[in-house]
């Protein structure tokens, strides 16, 4: 199988059929910020929806948990970040732009002759100096008078600070794990790559609390869990894979990370592949909960009443982007064809994302043939009744044909025909999205069967199709 997707590509189909738009257009934008639009929106919800599913959904010891974007300074103090979430900053005094000293081998400068990354190498270049990441704010009405605040860079302290109240009501012990989504804010020096690095962005976190003698079993557990879910949504297995941090890179609280990555495609079609970071699965030991009792003075540590020991708990991280996942689902969906024309035989090219149902942000569209001779009040009777079990569409406007396409592009599994024998029997025909196959169907049986097939578990075609 090719792989046909570019960022290029997937940037104009996700602002085409409304997934993602550039933040503040109508004002000439705002570098690296996006708006979700109604398909966007349902696709990321489906990821997250997954996501908590795998974590409280299908298990019982992970409690969820929503805590502020805006927490006490002092939790950034007690955490690090305030002195150590910082970047290498380097500017360039040929063009006046400004670079992460360690990502200089990607960037490239405008004013220099060619546009190779890298080249700033034959740059004139200033010392790296650190630049913090945080976002400052100032909380209350006068400025003068208002405290510093700062948008948290990651959800993960919420977490820790949390730590006493969960273990007060939820009767866990370790292990356990909270679970959290939310919104996290970094001044990046360069975001870039559509949706890859914004500085708002989501994550996915959970902190799985252990008796410190297991951590490393627990460690290389969430390793294997992670990288399954991710391969169960659908994401080719040679499109994945577990990178271990050396000791230079690690985080100022990990004792052993692995990334989980992924090969996103370059630009275009002369542009490489690459290995970019989806999520990072972090032994944080116990350094956050150790510094937020130091720095708050309470007892941040689980006593077993069964043995009498008395330990502070160490801390497994899977911590996930939201956009990331959604983009790296979007970008392994994303497929192109040469198909017969539906009814005429014709060959025509189609781009469909072939994306796992569960994350389809539409499960099916109810499509009447013509909008006259009572197709279109058969065609509402039918899509409310599927409305009520899983997200459809009704579209009545167009040719069929480029309502399919329409579908295709989004990512719609199913589609449901209502024509004129639909009238005289109560049958439709179901077309599947990836294999086009018609086939003809009860109205009675529909709903049924529909809700069978979503809920059955599900391999790419892209995959059962590769000749490996
Ligand atoms: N609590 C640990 C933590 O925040 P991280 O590796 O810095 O670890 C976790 O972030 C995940 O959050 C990353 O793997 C990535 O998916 C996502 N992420 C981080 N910075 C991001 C950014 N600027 N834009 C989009 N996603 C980002």
């Not at 790296?328 to 994303?334: G, K, P, T």
Request: proline share 5%; glycine share 8%; with cysteine.
């Amino acid at each position: 199988m090719n792989d046909v997707a570019t960022m290029e590509k997937i940037v104009a189909l996700c602002k085409r059929r409304g997934f993602v738009f550039p933040s503040s257009e109508i004002y000439g934008g705002m570098g690296s910020t996006y708006d979700f639009g109604h398909y966007g929106v349902l696709l990321k919800g489906n990821v997250k929806a997954q996501w908590w599913r795998a974590m409280i959904g299908e298990r019982e010891d992970i409690v969820a948990l929503d805590s502020a974007i805006l927490q006490h300074p002092r939790v950034w103090e007690a955490s690090g970040h305030l002195e150590g979430f910082t970047d290498p900053l380097v500017d360039c005094r040929t063009c006046k732009q400004r670079f992460r000293a360690d990502q200089l081998e990607e960037a490239s400068c405008p004013r220099a002759p060619s546009k190779h990354p890298g080249e700033h190498k034959d740059c004139d270049l200033t010392q790296a100096r650190q630049f913090n990441l945080m976002f400052e704010t100032t909380v209350g009405p006068v400025k003068e008078e208002g405290a510093t605040a700062y948008l948290r860079p990651e959800t993960a302290q919420g977490i820790f600070i949390n730590f006493k109240n969960v273990l007060a009501f939820a009767r866990k012990k370790p292990p356990f794990g909270i679970a959290q989504v939310g919104k996290s804010f970094r001044n990046e020096i360069t975001p870039g790559n559509f949706i890859f690095r914004t500085r708002e962005f989501e994550q996915m976190e959970m902190e799985f609390f252990v008796p410190p003698e297991e951590a490393e079993r627990w460690h290389s557990y969430w390793l294997e869990e992670r990288m399954r879910w991710y391969l169960d949504l659908g994401l080719r297995e040679d499109h994945l894979r577990l990178r271990a941090h050396g000791a230079e890179e690690l985080s100022h609280y990990s004792s052993a990370t692995s990334d989980i990555e992924y090969l996103f495609p370059g630009k275009d079609e002369r542009s490489e592949r690459r290995w970019m970071e989806l999520e990072g699965i972090a032994n944080r030991t116990d350094f956050d909960l150790r510094r937020h009792a130091e720095y708050s003075g309470e007892k941040l540590e689980y006593f077993d009443q069964a043995s009498g020991r008395r330990y502070v708990p160490y801390v497994i991280e899977p911590a996930a982007g939201t956009d990331r996942a959604t983009l790296a689902f979007l970008v392994d969906a994303y497929d192109e064809e040469v198909v017969e024309r539906e009814g005429q035989g014709k060959g025509e090219g189609r781009t469909v994302l072939r994306l796992h149902p569960q994350l389809a942000p539409v499960k099916v569209a109810v499509l009447p043939l013509v909008s006259r001779d009572g197709q279109p009040e058969l065609a509402h009777e039918v899509a409310a009744r599927l409305r009520a079990l899983m997200q459809t569409e009704y579209d009545e406007g167009g040719a069929i044909g480029r309502r399919y396409r329409r579908q295709d592009e989004i990512g719609t599994p199913w589609c449901v025909t209502i024509d004129h024998q639909s009238l005289e029997d109560r049958t439709v025909t179901v077309r599947d999205r990836d294999s086009l196959a018609q086939e003809r169907v009860a109205i009675e049986e529909l709903p049924a069967l529909l809700a069978e097939r979503l809920s059955a578990p599900w391999r790419s075609p892209k995959l059962a199709g590769d000749p490996a």
